[in-house]
């Protein structure tokens, strides 16, 4: 008797916790989990995290990690894992592609909620002229090799930086640059239409920085910019970058494309040089960056949508190389404690 009581005391409590966890969850949201450091905790502890301690319900990798995939085997979190960008020009060959998913994906799927695969990083800004050519030919190898395989969930497309756009400053004048549009994204946009498969893309205010900008940039009160042709003013770069985005793949004829915001974030330590760098600046980027893409409000030129996002990125990585800003641009420290609160902690925590 008493061990049922007990038992349907913790049920009752279950469900109210339950209940006030569910009324406390604004939004679900994306990481890039790098792993450029030598002080991270065990992929089975940031898969056990991210499920209890927080509302992150995706993660993207910048590789294909059979760690990370395993650990996160049954969490219901979905993740994005890259293909290498050396490893493209290979992949063409079908049967290559066909071995790549044999080694990658079929061991981990269906129980690791493996849902897209991205093509390399940033290839149209490598210069890496086989890399670039080969980009489209591998994307569509890969996704034949899923079929043959019997996948049919995984997407698979390839993320930009906003490099890609010229013509930008009015965000509904952006076009995809000449060059690149015809050649790479003209048979790109057609192979993610046809696939329903989104655009990736990743918008840095970050490194537009400058002080006059600061506003604007960090979602403050600011003047705004006026585009003449929509008659829209735009107060934070975010959104235009985004409305630039659209703007340009809508002008090629596919402005129902779904856009991932596969990387955007800001660090929160920089060096002497780097003052726009703080923790409060991190937050009121990350935090306005994310209401926009988990509100449902869209962006002027795409009203109502939600953008799925990668914040950049979990962990503070203290191997990468360059400024100090490139080590802060982390949620989390390796010990799991927030850098600073952008309202992803479950029960409010922080
Ligand atoms: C898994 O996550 C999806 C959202 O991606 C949610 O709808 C579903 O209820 C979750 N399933 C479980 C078992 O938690
Ligand atoms: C542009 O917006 C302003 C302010 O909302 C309005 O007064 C003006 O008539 C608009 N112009 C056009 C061409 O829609």
Not at 35 to 52: E, W, Y
Not at 168 to 194: C, E, K, N, T
Not at 302 to 323: A, C, D, H, W
Request: glycine share 6%; proline share 7%.
């Amino acid at each position: 008797m008493a061990t049922i009581a007990t038992t349907s005391i913790t049920t009752a409590l279950l469900i109210i916790s339950t209940l006030l966890h569910f009324s406390t969850t604004a939004y679900a949201i994306g990481v890039n989990y790098g792993t450029l450091a030598n002080n991270l905790p065990s992929p089975s502890q940031v898969a056990s995290f991210l499920k209890t301690q927080t509302t992150i319900d995706s993660i993207k990798i910048f590789d294909t990690n059979p760690d990370i995939l395993r650990a996160f085997a049954n969490s219901n979190i979905t993740v994005t894992v890259t293909v290498g960008n050396g490893d493209i020009p290979a992949l063409v060959d079908v049967n290559a592609a066909s071995q790549w998913v044999a080694n990658n994906i079929k061991p981990y799927y269906p129980q690791t909620r493996i849902k897209l695969i991205a093509v390399g990083n940033e290839i149209l800004f490598t210069g890496n002229k086989e890399w670039i050519s080969r980009l489209v030919p591998c994307m569509k190898s890969l996704h034949q090799a899923l079929v043959h395989a019997g996948i049919k969930d995984v997407q698979v497309s390839t993320p930009h930086t906003l490099g890609i756009l010229h013509n930008s400053v009015q965000p509904s004048a952006a076009r995809i640059r000449p060059g690149y549009d015809r050649v790479i994204f003209a048979p790109m946009l057609q192979f993610l239409r046809q696939t329903k498969s989104p655009l990736m893309v990743n918008p840095y205010p970050y490194f537009s920085y400058s002080p006059s900008m600061e506003n604007y940039i960090l979602f403050k009160p600011n003047r705004g910019v006026h585009d003449t042709n929509t008659n829209i003013t735009y107060t934070n770069m975010f959104v235009a970058m985004m409305d630039a985005v659209y703007s340009a793949i809508k002008a090629m004829g596919y402005g129902d494309l779904d856009i991932v915001v596969a990387e955007s974030g800001w660090p929160s330590l920089g060096d002497p040089n780097q003052p726009m760098c703080t923790v409060e600046n991190a937050v009121s980027y990350n935090k306005n960056m994310i209401k926009v893409v988990t509100s449902g409000n869209g962006t002027p030129l795409m009203p109502k949508r939600r953008f799925q996002t990668y914040v950049f990125s979990l962990f503070n990585e203290n191997l990468k190389p360059g400024s100090t800003a490139e080590r802060n641009w982390g949620l989390f420290r390796p010990d799991f404690t927030p850098v600073y609160d952008v309202g992803i902690m479950r029960n409010g925590q922080v």
